[in-house]
């Protein structure tokens, strides 16, 4: 199978650029920028294309000439509707990186479309939402009545300039959660909770995160919220809310913060990585107050979503995919957190009433 990376001058397109050559890949890279494509593609001794999403005709022209594209460029909310559409004019399996909640949501409103085409759309395919929607899948199978899911994590690894623009264009959007099976806007914190982590207790707070979207299809519970343990987040009042949600709401505001990013932030280097770790807990409770909890500790954030990319990308040349909109619990089941490198899963634990 011949495959594409698209966005593979960003931080974590370059490592999954370079993880996938020591595996023996040979994907074609691609991008806006020929200089940093010839920077990041000829060292590894890779094709590349330059590729516009607004030129329709050449992403078209280069699609038919794979069968899959990694779609790592952000911020998704803007790159990842031309992708799709190409995607579905060409036949092109599809998955991303994203954990933009309005993203998903357009997704799962293909999913008819990529059925007519046999394609594969499989957003989130890394660190958001891989191991937060494989935990939900497990504890929503110990407790099929489960009317309530909280999903958190926390992280000591650092950040990559997409990510944080990605994050400031969440905060500018405000919290989300799902209730009754209908996404609802709540103030970023709105909810507190004490968590039981593989590390130990840590109090989080509520904030958006592409579960809310992706766990409902993979479990159908109705009631879904997402948590993180993050500096100041578990002090965040509705005040500092909306005035933190107007003030990154402001394009002017978020055109300057994002040139800022660019020119400061670099993002964690393989020693940081090495070093960091994630924790991720999911709780399903029901309407009789039983419940089940499962958690995983893993490995830094970037190094578990290259991984997870390298190995759905795998699954698809397979033919292990189904096609249509899929999650990851969905496509390859709750237990493909378990083939990540350095993952380790606390199994679910049953609390009764």
């Given amino acids: ?102 993203v998903f949501e357009a997704a799962f ?14 957003p989130g395919a890394g660190f958001d939402v891989v191991p937060t929607d494989c935990l939900a899948a497990m504890v929503a199978a110990e407790l099929p009545g489960a009317t309530d899911l909280d999903l958190a994590f926390t992280t000591t690894g650092g950040i990559s300039p997409g990510t944080l623009k990605s994050a400031l264009e969440g905060v500018s959007l405000g919290g989300r959660v799902r209730l009754e099976g209908a996404l609802r806007d709540v103030p970023v914190g709105w909810r507190r909770r004490t968590v039981d982590f593989p590390g130990g207790q840590r109090v989080v707070a509520s904030l958006p995160w592409g579960d809310v979207a992706t766990a409902y299809r993979t479990t159908g519970i109705g009631n879904i919220t997402t948590f993180a343990g993050l500096p100041g987040l578990d002090r965040m009042n509705p005040t500092a809310a909306r005035v933190t949600r107007d003030l990154f709401g402001n394009p002017r505001v978020r055109r300057i913060a994002n040139t800022a990013i660019d020119a400061f932030v670099r993002g964690p280097g393989r020693g940081s990585r090495s070093s960091s770790r994630v924790e991720v807990y999911a709780e399903a409770g029901d309407a009789a107050g039983n419940a089940v909890s499962a958690a995983l500790i893993g490995p830094d954030t970037y190094d578990l979503t290259a991984d997870a990319v390298l190995r759905v990308v795998t699954a698809i040349e397979a033919g292990e995919v189904p096609v249509g909109t899929r999650t990851p ?11 990540l490198e350095g993952v380790r899963v606390v199994e679910p634990r049953y609390f009764p009433a």
């Fill in 109 to 122: 409103a293909r999913d008819a479309e990529s059925r007519t085409a046999g394609v594969t759309l499989l």
């Fill in 329 to 339: 619990a969905t496509a390859l089941g709750a237990d493909f957190v378990r083939s």
């Fill in 1 to 102: 199978m011949v495959w594409m990376l698209y966005g593979a001058t960003g931080y974590t397109g370059r490592l999954v650029a370079e993880l996938a050559v020591r595996r023996g890949h040979r994907p074609v890279l691609a991008g806006r920028d020929p200089r940093k494509l010839a920077a990041t593609a000829v060292p590894l001794g890779l094709e590349y294309r330059t590729l516009d999403l607004r030129d329709t005709h050449r992403l078209d022209a280069c699609l038919r000439e794979v069968d899959t594209v990694a779609h790592c460029a952000g911020p998704f909310s803007a790159t990842s509707a031309p992708m799709v559409d190409a995607c579905l004019r060409t036949g092109t399996h599809y998955l991303d990186i994203t954990g933009e909640v309005d």
